[in-house]
């Protein structure tokens, strides 16, 4: 990986810029700050002028493994083009087959793991109006996204105990989930091929669009960076020794730089 502000990073936005590339952008960790409440995740002023102008020049689209209701929500009125929820499961037409079935295997493995409503008050952190529970493991809790689940261990005192509690009771699971780590989160998918990086790869071939520039800070933001497509300019947000993307920000707190030298670049060319 290379900083992305460095000569090789700022040639390669140019090259991308020249021919209006699709932004996929990931939400939390990469627009947002991770924050310990998601409901607070939600997107800095200076960001949501970045995300606007930038749809002056490009379509924009946001790559998230929330829940795509709940990405409405957080969005607050900034339009993009594409929203794409669950990890690159959750868009286009609701009833297709693969999402029946997804939904199908959300619903038993929530029996499985006797998944509690929230109780009246939600305990610090969460809100009311999650969709998912509580499960027998002290501080996790579990966000139903209807395609896929994420169990959260953000708040627990101890993150090693906690994450081998939720290992052990997610390895009892029928049929086995598809399994994926990331940051204080443990994801549970369908076994499916379509991830972001497949996603991504619909999108722009249904758009026609020939170039992209994904900026993601987690695990399942790889399936993007390990596709290593020529036309692909991934960016991960936070360096990582196993990360396959080409280039990366030192924090979250750069994407707003990363964004604005991309608009000066996308103006550049649209003279
Ligand atoms: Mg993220």
Known sequence: MQPFF??????????WCRQRPLFALDYDGTLTTLANDPREALLAANIQTL????????????LSGRHRPELATLLDGVDVDFMIGNHGLDWGDPTRPELQRAQNLVNGWLE?????????????????????????????????????????????????????AVTAAVAGLQ??????????????????????????????????VGRAIFFGD????????????????????GWHPDSAARFYLRRQRDMSKALAYSLACLRRFSR
């Open 218 to 237: 987690d695990d399942t933001d790889e399936a993007v960076f390990r596709l290593e497509h020529p036309d692909i300019l991934g960016i991960r947000v």
């Open 112 to 164: 499985q793991l006797q998944v509690a409503p929230l109780p009246t008050v939600a305990p610090a952190g969460w809100s009311r109006r999650w969709s998912g529970g509580q499960v027998d493991l002290p501080g996790v809790w579990v966000e139903d996204k209807q395609y896929t689940l994420t169990l959260h261990y953000r708040n627990v005192a101890d993150p090693d105990q906690a994450l081998a």
């Open 175 to 208: 049929p086995a989930p598809q399994v994926s780590g990331g940051k204080r989160v443990v994801n549970l998918f369908p076994d499916t091929e379509t991830n972001k990086g497949s996603a991504l790869l619909r999108l722009m071939a249904e758009q026609g």
């Open 51 to 62: 995300v606007r102008r930038l749809r002056q020049y490009v379509p924009v689209a946001i």
């Open 6 to 15: 460095s000569k090789t990073g700022i040639a390669a936005l140019r090259e």
